[in-house]
């Protein structure tokens, strides 16, 4: 650059040097040495209508030849306009490449805008979406895709879970969605073909329950005739008595079992209950209490109630039954003699709550987030003694699932348990004592 400025600097002092030796010569100094600069100055015009040519023709030819700083400007800007052309190819190849490669992917993947609408999408997005190009694109996702749980899921911000929609294209294809959020508050729409996985599923519990069903009847005439027998007083029974009795309390638990796994079945059926009312929550606990103090009669447990005898939920009621008096008998199958239980009923400020607190054996925290699952016990010798089925807690979340509860679980090992059913305020419901 320095070069060429000195170039440029003495071809003027040279113009400027000739146009006054001119002058001299002929006398007009001032008017040579006007015209020397006019016409430098006309030479450095073209220069810039050259440039200003070149520019607006997209640079496609070759840059304007000139000596001086003017060739120093054209060379400086063709070595800029070719790294950005070569930086451009770049990153289309690398756009390319992406779309591709997310074009090529089973699952369907939709660009949004902050503000929800579509930028872009795959091929599998027009298959299972049902998304025209270019029809669709600008629109917003929520106004094509028309499923209330799916507008919530959006509007929400939150998209840490999934929500699972029937494909607008094919009913019979469930599609789970999921929203990853990158660059600029941009997001990435994704669904995925979850069909198959609901067909197994549905495979599973359509076993489930057949089997339980199929279990019930045999079971029933078992049971029934055992009791016969041991009605009777009878050569039999003095013989086989014992055994009878290990028979009919095995064909029992059995017998619970196979219920379990029915109700199961069931709460796993629906998202929700079919059938929600106000329910009476102090007198549904007084009634587990009863049954409570049935169950562990020679243990001599200390159950208190502290219990807002206003507060009512709206549920459903032998569903919240099942729930509560699951978590009840636990603590009564769970604490020693002479333990003490508290069944607690309020609410706050966030929600309402019901409680099971015992002073029993306890649960070690690494079994915690196991203890919903079917058939999970801490100690399986000691659940099945004392007639456990391992399906409670399982029974317990679906019921909690189907009321937007949650189960919240506190407790220490030898020291006793807390089990509480957190429910969403807009649930509850105060009444006035009602008799
Ligand atoms: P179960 O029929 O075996 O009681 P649940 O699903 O109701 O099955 O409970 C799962 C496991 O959680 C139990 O086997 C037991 O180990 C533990 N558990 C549940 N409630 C209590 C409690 N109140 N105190 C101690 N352990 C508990």
Redesign the pocket.
């Known amino acids: 650059m320095t070069n060429s400025w000195s170039t440029e600097v003495w071809r003027l002092l040279g113009i400027v040097l000739v146009s006054v030796i001119a002058g001299l010569v002929v006398d007009q100094v001032t008017l040579c040495v006007l015209l020397g600069v006019s016409s430098y100055l006309g030479w450095n015009l073209w220069q810039l209508k050259k440039l200003e040519h070149w520019l607006r023709e997209g640079k496609k030819l070759n840059p304007p030849q000139a000596t001086g700083i003017w060739g120093e400007i054209y060379h400086q800007l063709y070595r800029l306009h070719q790294r950005n052309r070569k930086r451009k190819r770049k990153l289309a190849d690398i756009l390319t490449r992406f779309q591709e490669s997310t074009a090529a992917m089973p699952d369907a993947t939709v660009v949004l805008r902050e503000t929800g609408e579509i930028e872009w999408w795959n091929d599998a997005a027009t298959n299972l979406l049902g998304l025209r190009s270019p029809h669709d694109v600008g629109q917003r996702i929520d106004n094509l895709l028309r499923y209330p749980v799916l507008g919530q899921f959006l509007a929400s911000g939150d998209f840490h879970d999934r929500v699972e929609v029937p494909s607008p294209v094919d009913e019979r294809v469930m599609l789970s969605i999921q929203i990853i959020q990158y660059g600029n508050k941009q997001r990435l729409f994704v669904a995925r073909d979850t069909t198959r996985l609901h067909q197994l599923e549905q495979i599973r519990r359509d076993f489930v329950a057949n089997v339980s069903h199929e279990l019930r009847s045999p079971l029933t005439v078992m049971i029934g005739y055992l009791e016969t027998l041991l009605d009777r007083e009878s050569d039999c029974l003095k013989e086989w008595g014992g055994s009878l009795h290990v028979m009919q309390q095995q064909a029992l638990r059995m017998q619970h079992i196979v219920d379990e796994l029915l109700l199961l079945s069931h709460l796993e059926g629906d998202q929700k209950p079919a059938h929600e009312d106000d329910v009476a929550v102090p007198a549904l606990i007084a009634t587990i209490r009863q049954d409570a103090i049935a169950l562990g009669v020679g243990k001599n447990h200390n159950i208190s109630l502290e219990v807002d005898a206003s507060l009512w939920l709206c549920g459903n009621e032998s569903e919240l039954r099942s729930a509560f008096s699951?978590?009840v008998f636990?603590?009564v199958?769970?604490?020693p003699a002479k333990g003490s239980i508290v069944i607690r009923w309020h609410r706050d400020l966030e929600a309402a709550r019901f409680s099971?607190i015992?002073t029993?054996?306890?649960?070690a925290p690494q079994?915690f987030s196991r203890?919903?699952e079917r058939f999970?016990?801490?100690?399986?010798g000691?659940?099945?003694e004392?007639?456990?089925?391992?399906?409670?807690?399982?029974?317990?979340k679906h019921v909690l699932n189907r009321h937007q509860a949650q189960l919240q679980v506190e407790?220490e090992l030898d020291k006793?348990?807390s089990?509480t059913c957190v429910f969403p305020l807009s649930r509850s419901v105060v009444r006035v004592k009602e008799e």
């Open positions: 699951n978590l636990n603590a199958q769970y604490t099971v015992d029993g054996i306890g649960v079994h203890l919903t999970y016990r801490v100690d399986s000691r659940s099945r004392s007639g456990g089925s391992g399906l409670g807690l399982a029974i317990v407790s006793g348990s089990f």
